[in-house]
């Protein structure tokens, strides 16, 4: 993953959380579908949160399996130490600082999820990531992708571009949050959601679907036997 990315994400991690929801437009039904989805028999699954930053989504996700084994992986140190803060009454939270597209983990889950962090990887980072996700879960697993989608054309692109800047614009956030914010999306290598569809199905994912999408961003879903 691009250095710069980790970089960026440092410089903001304090106030992440609070920024979230103003800047995207549809927080609550996103989040929603995406936790709705990370289903396990198991009432203690083995979680993995791939760029899980300061540990948002995951919270949501043990709110749902409070006893679950949880893993945090993420290349800003500056975002695991929120996540830290945010499980400190927690003993089954284990936090890695690295690079989740090339680091090579020590055992399988039973769900692996990730949101808004799979689309700073080039399209073949993407396509092997999925593979990876695919070998490491366990048989009956699920892999949960709440990210953003590329346009089908560059005219929808635009479109996209246009909603969310009017929407942030409205949002209330300050002007050099806003400008910030613009500047990180500027590394996003957003993939069509058509083309995600077909590279978990290539990496031997069953019922795969885009289960949400508004604007460019989608919840996607895919399943092991």
């Not at 005219?155 to 914010?181: C, K, M, P, V």
Request: proline residues 4%; charged residues 25%; aromatic residues 10%.
């Amino acid at each position: 993953m691009d250095p710069s990315v980790k970089k960026l994400f440092d410089a903001v991690a304090n106030d992440y959380d609070q920024q979230r929801r103003q800047l995207i437009p549809c927080f609550d039904e996103f989040y929603g579908m995406a936790l709705s989805l990370a289903e396990s028999k198991s009432q203690a699954p083995h979680i993995l949160d791939l760029g899980a930053g300061t540990g948002l989504f995951s919270r949501m996700v043990l709110h749902k399996y409070p006893k679950a084994h949880l893993t945090l992986i993420d290349l800003s140190d500056k975002m695991l130490e929120e996540a830290r803060r945010r499980f400190r009454e927690e003993d089954h939270v284990q936090y890695i600082i690295g690079d989740y597209s090339s680091y090579v983990f020590p055992r399988s889950y039973d769900i692996i999820v990730s949101s808004l962090s799979i689309h700073h990887l080039t399209h073949p980072a993407k396509r092997k990531l999925f593979a990876t996700v695919h070998q490491l879960l366990n048989p009956g697993g699920i892999f949960v992708n709440a990210d953003q989608v590329q346009g089908n054309t560059p005219a929808i692109d635009e479109y996209h571009r246009q909603r969310w800047l009017a929407h942030i614009n409205d949002s209330g956030l300050s002007r050099a949050s806003i400008d910030t914010s613009v500047e990180r999306r500027k590394l996003d290598l957003n993939a069509k959601l058509g083309d995600q569809i077909d590279w978990l199905e290539q990496a031997g994912f069953s019922d795969v679907d885009c289960m949400y999408k508004y604007l460019d961003f989608a919840v996607f879903i895919g399943k092991k036997n």
